[in-house]
């Protein structure tokens, strides 16, 4: 399955909320789908997985939702550390990962 | 805390041979699948290969298979992926990640990567 993310680039001040999509070319069972945070530098962080769940230690602001072909991530609040690359990833089949939308400061 | 620690990277002219180590801890090494996750500079992710645990079973992204090959050692908390017939498509950063729930899952925890040149 291709995941296509949108938008490429979302600038956004502090305090703001951010909207990611990650859309699949065919359906994603079972929600087998996650989200990744990386920063410049450094390895990606598993956010989300189960399109819903949050992953052990990451905060509340976070939020995944959707299913079948179209997932959100939401977060609300951007705080100065949020502004990243976020990766989608379906997994449950060969993984594959979105081509990811960076956030930066407006 | 799980650690990742990757090593073995460096440059290798095309056509050449380099192998990979990922040494891990903090966490039941022989009962997790573990997985190799890629990226190009300045591109995005490309998942390499997973290894379940106890049955060995192994996935290869087809852009690898045939090439890389991928085993551990539990007595050693240790991932390899020995790779041939490098190419310069090949360059990229090599994370080493511990795979959750099933085998072929989500990665919750990555190592810090390392580099991989293909250049003649």
């Known amino acids: 399955s291709v995941l296509t993310q949108s938008p490429g680039t979302l600038s956004l001040s502090p305090g703001e909320r951010a909207t990611l999509s990650c859309r699949a070319s065919q359906s994603i069972n079972n929600n087998l789908l996650a989200w990744y945070q990386q920063k410049p530098g450094q390895a990606p962080r598993l956010l989300i997985y189960?399109?819903?769940s949050r992953a052990t230690g990451i905060s509340d602001r976070f939020s995944g939702s959707g299913s079948g072909t179209d997932f959100i991530l939401t977060i609300t609040r951007l705080e100065p550390e949020d502004f990243a690359v976020y990766y989608c990833?379906?997994?449950?089949?060969?993984?594959?990962f979105g081509q990811g939308t960076k956030v930066e400061i407006k | 805390e799980v650690l990742l620690l990757e090593s073995g990277g460096g440059l290798v002219q095309p056509g050449g041979s380099l192998r990979l180590s990922c040494a891990a801890s903090?966490?039941?090494?022989?009962?997790?699948?573990m997985a190799w996750v890629r990226q190009a500079p300045g591109k995005g992710l490309e998942w390499v290969s997973t290894m379940s645990a106890q049955t060995r079973k192994t996935h290869y992204a087809d852009s690898v298979k045939g090439r890389f090959t991928i085993s551990r050692d539990d007595s050693e908390d240790t991932l390899f992926l020995q790779m041939n017939n490098l190419g310069d498509e090949d360059t990229a950063i090599y994370f080493c990640?511990?795979?959750?729930?099933?085998?072929?899952?989500?990665?919750?925890?990555w190592g810090q990567g390392t580099l991989v040149t293909v250049s003649s």
């Open positions: 990833q379906q997994y449950g089949a060969p993984p594959t």
């Open positions: 990640a511990k795979v959750g729930q099933m085998i072929l899952g989500y990665f919750d925890s």
């Open positions: 189960a399109a819903s």
């Open positions: 903090g966490f039941a090494f022989w009962n997790y699948p």
